[in-house]
């Protein structure tokens, strides 16, 4: 007796999950450029930690002194949350972009494979700091993320400067 009532409502939970990840594939794929940048989390900049990691000559970050350019746990977050943002932008390139000239597969590969290390970096990070504060092993993480979301960046500006030029400025000056 209890056991088709268990059926039931496992899949009525599961026609319910399903049902609900279609309409956010769908609400997904009608966005638009300006929909995918008000997305984006302005409140925190990687201004500090790209200068840090990849413009300035003769700087180099470490993972002690990263921690503090991440801005800890809350900047650790933003890069999360606009990692997926960056992913959907790059989907969004390669979608729209014109025959004549197709996104590099490979740049889009990367990507993606960046986007999913960012929020593992930055998943562990936040479990190391609320775990045991401020460890090596947070501050090496963070320091992964912050480098891993620096390299996603340019790569999303690569392809946007070849499919999508007049969005260019609002980008930069949104990362």
Known sequence: MLLPLLQVIFLGAL????????????RRSIKSWD?????????????????????????????ENIWDKVNGPYGLWVMYQNARVLLEMADFAAKHASPDSPVDPLLLESIRTDAMQIRLYVLMAIMQYGLHAITAGARINAWRAAETYVLMSARLTRIMQEH???????FVAAM
């Open 35 to 63: 929909q995918l940048f008000c997305q984006l989390r302005t409140d925190w900049s990687a201004h500090a930690v790209c200068d840090q990691l990849l413009w300035s000559e003769g700087m180099s970050a470490t993972h």
């Open 164 to 170: 999508a030029a007049l969005q260019l400025p609002t």
């Open 15 to 26: 026609l319910l999950y399903l049902a609900k990840w279609r309409g956010s594939m769908r």
